[in-house]
């Protein structure tokens, strides 16, 4: 194993240095990885500032959570944010007209519906005199919606917020290549049939081809090509520079038949690979990241069969039955995962397809208050949004490792240790990205030689972290997980008598965030 890690990280020095540090520390919470018991009721002071809005979370709902190519395949993505608006509603009864804005988080964006959360809006019957609008922060971005509702509030803008998030991967947007694009734009351009004609002798078949990327890595040099008939040159520093005339040009039939896949721009690597690099560089073993992804989805199985999820909303979708419940929640077994082969890296790679989250249809939506307003409305609401925080690394070497970055600036930001948090909810991307974060945070050395602290924050207690499942087993759509994320852990504080939840979650760019959840008396 020693040798397989050098030989990875030999051009690696910040990674290689990970590996070196943990590499003689494993994993001790293999064997607590299954429990799960409740936390205890205490006693704590109020997260309230003087002179500031209270501001509740009511409620919040999604639509189950179901793997792409599953029964929202032929749907489209406002859709799924239309019936989580409209569960929303029904729910809470919140009449329409005191909504003062719905904000919804997105990333792959559907071109008919670019601003999502205006069609959804206005597909769920909200008025049209109800301003919306679309954000997009990769993996966060259901938590840019929300915290950008909190601002509108505490700033006084608004009373009445609706935010939430939609991700549909069953159909995403696949663009033609740039030569084929370009003779499109000049059609629609063109004034007579003989330069229509001229623009079509200029037609070749490999024109239909999709656009892709292709990437080889060697060494510290990056070959990039943008389409299979466009070299280009990755500008980037943190790649050689390096001309790509001799990357010969693949078989259009071939290149038909590649997806397009889920890369960072900036380093043209998928985040798997980058997780696989994360989980070697701390010294995860495959053991530890199927265990932890075994707990994730008995947790979430428990939790369904008991009736816990109950942020679920069923969906009659349009010709087909009614969706009840997420789809993804797949108990195994440690033999059968174990003979699943490296999804990325091959063939010494541990992240596999048993220990990633799966590509996600969904939706969420919450209704968002100022406290003065949702109490004279009659309601209850269910907890309090309090201190949170955005940051960033680099998105090489650091592109997962978004909770250790967030998690001890919202604490201080909150005046709370992690010994106040009853609840955690962390998002799950990979097991080796939670296992390589609780490893990071509970290191004195990661926190004085890359974060410029003095100690660790340490890592949060597996008793009281993701108890009802994770995006590993829930699923994950990248645009709705934070608001999912966020009424976890309030309906969990509210089960297990807790007062504080800590949500904390990665992002693609090497961005993360993390959000201070406080229980509502009851």
Request: aromatic share 8%.
């Amino acid at each position: 194993m020693t040798s397989i890690l050098t030989y990875t990280f030999k051009n690696l020095p910040n990674t290689s240095k990970w590996a070196l540090q943990f590499s003689v520390r494993p994993l001790s919470c293999s064997s607590q990885l299954r429990a799960a018991p409740a936390a205890q009721t205490k006693s704590k002071k109020t997260l309230a500032k003087p002179n500031m809005r209270n501001i509740v979370v009511v409620d919040g709902v999604r639509i189950p959570f179901l793997q792409s190519g599953t029964s929202y395949k032929d749907l489209m993505p406002h859709d799924l944010a239309r019936a989580a608006l409209s569960g929303l509603l029904h729910r809470t009864n919140v009449p329409k007209d005191i909504v003062d804005y719905i904000i919804f988080g997105t990333v792959i964006q559907e071109v008919k519906t670019s601003n999502v959360a205006r069609e959804a809006a206005l597909g769920a019957g909200f008025s049209d005199k109800t301003p919306a609008h679309t954000v997009t922060m990769a993996c966060i971005s259901a938590n840019q919606a929300m915290t950008t509702g909190l601002g509108l509030i505490a700033s006084g803008q608004s009373d009445v917020i609706v935010a939430g998030g939609v991700e549909l991967m069953s159909d995403v947007p696949i663009r033609h290549s740039r030569k084929m694009r370009k003779m499109m734009l000049e059609l629609n351009k063109a004034k007579t049939l003989g330069q229509r004609l001229s623009l079509f002798s200029k037609f070749r078949l490999n024109f239909l081809a999709p656009e892709v990327r292709l990437r080889t890595l060697t060494k510290d040099l990056c070959f990039f090509k943008a389409s299979h008939d466009e070299d280009v040159e990755l500008d980037n520093p943190r790649c050689g520079r390096t001309p790509v005339d001799s990357i010969p040009d693949p078989d259009p039939v071939w290149l038909l038949s590649q997806l397009p896949a889920v890369a960072e721009f900036s380093t043209s690597e998928t985040m798997g690979h980058s997780a696989d690099r994360l989980a070697a560089a701390f010294a995860v073993s495959r053991q530890d990241q199927d265990e932890y992804a075994l707990r994730s989805h008995s947790l979430a199985k428990k939790a369904q069969d008991e009736g816990l999820l109950s942020d679920v909303v069923p969906f009659k979708v349009p010709g087909k039955d009614t969706v009840t419940k997420d789809n993804g929640i797949r108990p195994s077994s440690l033999e059968q995962m174990a003979k699943l082969k490296p999804a990325f890296i091959k063939p010494y790679g541990t992240v596999t397809a048993a220990n990633s989250s799966f590509l996600t249809d969904g939706a969420s939506a919450m209704l968002i208050m100022a406290e003065e307003k949702a109490l004279a409305m009659g309601y209850k609401p269910k907890a309090y949004l309090r201190d949170f925080v955005y940051v960033s690394q680099d998105p090489k070497d650091q592109l997962l490792l978004g909770p250790t970055y967030a998690t001890p600036k919202v604490l201080e930001k909150a005046g709370l240790t992690m010994n106040d948090i009853d609840a955690f909810e962390f998002h799950e991307a990979f097991s080796g990205q939670i296992l390589a974060n609780f490893k990071a945070m509970d290191s004195d050395w990661f926190a004085q030689n890359y974060m410029g602290r003095k100690t660790k924050v340490g890592s949060p207690p597996l008793e009281k972290f993701n108890n009802w499942g994770g995006s590993l087993s829930l699923g994950h759509p990248f645009g709705a997980t934070g608001c999912r994320l966020v009424m976890a852990a309030a309906n969990r504080l509210r089960k297990e008598g807790g007062q504080y939840g800590l949500v904390a979650a990665c992002a693609a760019g090497g961005q993360g965030h993390a959000m201070i959840v406080e229980a509502y008396p009851k």
